[in-house]
């Protein structure tokens, strides 16, 4: 089967969970030929198995508003994209702009704007263009009246001359994947299944797909673009109608491609209830928890008597979202009653802009909740509270820091899946987590969860594990038995090589040239045996998984 991976962030060049996950995507189903369509800058791509290869790459951030892509066969062309339209050309854009612009207005808009934006898809496809067009005058005026056309919403009713300007320039950005040259029969034409890593933007293009060719997509969501927008704090300063118009439009197009999706899988229930309440089917929704590799953490989770039973271990991306000042609160009330308590808080490296300033003001808060020790329990000038960086002398690997405590603790005021709990579970530690995002679908009755903002409870929760180590011990081992059962790298490969093969099932089917009969290849040929080399020379050719 070939699969038209469409990638979130640019992999196979960039790194971070989504492309860890993309790798062992294509690595693990190795029966299959993945073509890598990325999206995001360009650069040295890490080495790629011999089943994968990079189809095209686009930087949608260009500054002229033309998408730079490269790829296997053709660049595309940026001349085309710059061009003028001509008089049939701009009444085609103008009509589809306006249904666009009209369903991101009304109240029930979803049929306007999907029409708007497939037409404006057909006009990128057919004479290029759209960029310039989508930052003209033209358009302005045309979103200007549907904000002002009887029955438009309250928020964008309010939206001045400035507002539409931001806008116009927001909705070029967003719908340039409608402007690049993946969009022929040597291209995404040729998958047999459009895989979309994200929704949005990284969707759209297998949005396309299906509309031109009929090929199915599948989105899989670890985390819901559309979350993200509306928790960003990037456009803080906007306008309350430009806030409205622009979410509309992320509200539209996600909606558009749930409900075009042949089926949708979210990494848990916290992302699969916003795709439901984006207008997603049920029937076509299957969680997938993202797999997460098991066998570094075999040892730690194996020894039952590792640990300090004192010492309470946080790691993480030092952010306010995680409340570090909320557990130090708490851990300030553990310590009033357990004097011999000690919290480590260890940072991954990858910090979120502004996340030194944090680090600093929880540094000095801890100062203040935590003088200088006496001689007593500890040497004189030490901090019951020490933070560390992974990967340094004192806590060189996640398996370490780990190990180095009896109990993980999770303070967050917002998460998606929190990777750190799965590793912690595979640790067969104990666990104490605030109930935000997927904590309950991970945990599933084998940590304490507690309130978030409530410094007392989760105060309260760890104290009563750190004072009962048999219990500690029996939720820690039940924590790893679920997390080796539902959150591995394994039992993820398979669900997909299952789903994989059942939407192939059900698509139509496709006889591209050059691929020979129908039915030259006979199903005998994919399976290893001593006949597989006779089944394939009954053929016209060698199998394509």
Same mark, same amino acid.
């Not at 994989?500 to 089917?509: F, G, M």
């Not at 009954?538 to 998984?545: R, S, Y």
């Given at each position: 089967?070939?699969?038209?991976?469409?990638?979130?962030?640019?992999?196979?060049?960039?790194?971070?969970?989504?492309?860890?996950?993309?790798?062992?995507?294509?690595?693990?189903?190795?029966?299959?030929?993945?073509?890598?369509?990325?999206?995001?800058?360009?650069?040295?791509?890490?080495?790629?198995?011999?089943? %994968?290869?990079?189809?095209?790459?686009?930087?949608?951030?260009?500054?002229?508003? *033309?998408?730079? *892509?490269?790829? %296997?066969?053709?660049?595309?062309?940026?001349?085309?994209?710059?061009?003028?339209?001509?008089?049939?050309?701009?009444?085609?854009?103008?009509?589809?702009?306006?249904?666009?612009?009209?369903?991101?207005?009304?109240?029930?808009?979803?049929?306007?704007?999907?029409?708007?934006?497939?037409?404006?898809?057909?006009?990128?496809?057919?004479?290029?263009?759209?960029?310039?067009?989508?930052?003209?005058?033209?358009?302005?005026?045309?979103?200007?009246?549907?904000?002002?056309?009887?029955?438009?919403?309250?928020?964008?009713?309010?939206?001045?001359?400035?507002?539409?300007?931001?806008?116009?320039?927001?909705?070029?950005?967003?719908?340039?994947?409608?402007?690049?040259?993946?969009?022929?029969?040597?291209?995404?034409?040729?998958?047999?299944?459009?895989?979309?890593?994200?929704?949005?933007?990284?969707?759209?293009?297998?949005?396309?797909?299906?509309?031109?060719?009929?090929?199915?997509?599948?989105?899989?969501?670890?985390?819901? /673009?559309?979350?993200?927008?509306?928790?960003? *704090?990037?456009?803080?300063?906007?306008?309350?109608?430009?806030?409205?118009?622009?979410?509309?439009?992320?509200?539209?197009?996600?909606?558009?491609?749930?409900?075009?999706?042949?089926?949708?899988?979210?990494?848990?229930?916290?992302?699969?209830?916003?795709?439901?309440?984006?207008?997603?089917?049920?029937?076509?929704?299957?969680?997938?928890?993202?797999?997460?590799?098991?066998?570094?953490?075999?040892?730690?989770?194996?020894?039952?008597?590792?640990?300090?039973?004192?010492?309470?271990?946080?790691?993480?991306?030092?952010?306010?979202?995680?409340?570090?000042?909320?557990?130090?609160?708490?851990?300030?009330?553990?310590?009033?009653?357990? /004097?011999?308590?000690?919290?480590?808080?260890?940072?991954?490296?990858?910090?979120?802009?502004?996340?030194?300033?944090?680090?600093?003001?929880?540094?000095?808060?801890?100062?203040?909740?935590?003088?200088?020790?006496?001689?007593?329990?500890?040497?004189?000038?030490?901090?019951?509270?020490?933070?560390?960086?992974?990967?340094?002398?004192?806590?060189?690997?996640?398996?370490?820091?780990?190990?180095?405590?009896?109990?993980?603790?999770?303070?967050?005021?917002?998460?998606?899946?929190?990777?750190?709990?799965?590793?912690?579970?595979?640790?067969?530690?104990?666990?104490?987590?605030?109930?935000?995002?997927?904590?309950?679908?991970?945990?599933?009755?084998?940590?304490?969860?507690?309130p978030p903002r409530n410094p007392r409870a989760l105060a309260d929760a760890c104290l009563a594990l750190?004072?009962?180590?048999?219990?500690?011990?029996?939720?820690?081992?039940?924590?790893?038995?679920?997390?080796?059962?539902?959150?591995?790298?394994?039992?993820?490969?398979?669900?997909?090589?299952?789903?994989?093969?059942?939407?192939?099932?059900?698509?139509?089917?496709?006889?591209?040239?050059?691929?020979?009969?129908?039915?030259?290849?006979p199903a005998e040929a994919h399976v290893p045996g001593s006949w597989t080399?006779?089944?394939?020379?009954?053929?016209?050719?060698?199998?394509?998984?």
């Open positions: 089967m070939r699969i038209g991976l469409l990638t979130e962030g640019g992999y196979p060049y960039a790194t971070g969970d989504s492309g860890r996950w993309c790798e062992r995507l294509v690595r693990g189903l190795g029966q299959h030929r993945f073509d890598l369509y990325a999206l995001g800058p360009a650069g040295t791509p890490r080495p790629l198995p011999p089943n %994968a290869r990079v189809a095209r790459t686009a930087d949608l951030g260009g500054p002229d508003g *033309t998408p730079a *892509t490269s790829g %296997a066969w053709s660049p595309c062309e940026p001349r085309a994209s710059r061009r003028a339209y001509g008089r049939h050309e701009r009444r085609r854009f103008t009509e589809a702009c306006h249904r666009l612009a009209t369903g991101l207005c009304a109240e029930d808009g979803e049929v306007p704007f999907a029409e708007g934006l497939y037409a404006l898809a057909e006009l990128a496809r057919e004479r290029g263009g759209l960029p310039g067009a989508l930052r003209s005058d033209d358009a302005v005026r045309v979103l200007e009246s549907a904000c002002r056309a009887p029955g438009a919403r309250r928020g964008a009713a309010a939206a001045g001359l400035p507002d539409h300007l931001a806008f116009a320039e927001h909705l070029e950005r967003a719908l340039r994947p409608l402007s690049l040259d993946w969009y022929g029969e040597d291209a995404l034409g040729a998958a047999d299944l459009c895989h979309a890593a994200a929704g949005g933007a990284t969707a759209l293009p297998g949005l396309l797909a299906k509309r031109f060719f009929g090929t199915p997509l599948l989105v899989t969501e670890y985390g819901v /673009p559309l979350r993200a927008h509306y928790l960003s *704090t990037a456009g803080a300063d906007r306008s309350a109608p430009l806030r409205a118009l622009l979410a509309a439009l992320h509200g539209r197009l996600a909606g558009e491609i749930y409900r075009q999706a042949a089926l949708l899988t979210p990494g848990n229930a916290h992302a699969r209830r916003w795709q439901e309440k984006c207008g997603a089917d049920r029937a076509r929704i299957r969680t997938v928890h993202p797999g997460m590799a098991a066998d570094r953490f075999a040892e730690v989770g194996e020894d039952e008597e590792s640990g300090d039973p004192a010492t309470l271990v946080w790691v993480g991306r030092v952010e306010p979202a995680k409340d570090l000042i909320g557990l130090l609160h708490a851990f300030a009330e553990i310590r009033a009653r357990r /004097p011999d308590a000690r919290l480590r808080i260890v940072a991954v490296p990858e910090r979120e802009p502004g996340g030194g300033a944090y680090l600093t003001y929880c540094k000095g808060l801890a100062a203040q909740l935590f003088p200088d020790e006496a001689p007593g329990a500890h040497a004189v000038g030490e901090n019951p509270v020490t933070f560390e960086e992974l990967g340094g002398p004192e806590a060189p690997t996640l398996e370490d820091t780990y190990a180095s405590g009896a109990l993980v603790v999770l303070s967050s005021l917002a998460e998606g899946f929190p990777a750190s709990l799965v590793e912690a579970m595979f640790c067969a530690r104990a666990t104490v987590s605030t109930d935000v995002g997927a904590v309950v679908e991970i945990i599933g009755g084998t940590g304490l969860v507690v750190l004072r009962d180590p048999e219990r500690r011990h029996r939720l820690g081992a039940a924590a790893r038995a679920r997390a080796l059962e539902l959150f591995t790298v394994e039992q993820n490969l398979a669900a997909f090589r299952g789903i994989y093969l059942e939407l192939l099932s059900h698509a139509p089917v496709r006889h591209r040239p050059g691929d020979g009969v129908p039915f030259a290849h080399h006779k089944a394939v020379a009954a053929g016209t050719g060698a199998p394509d998984a």
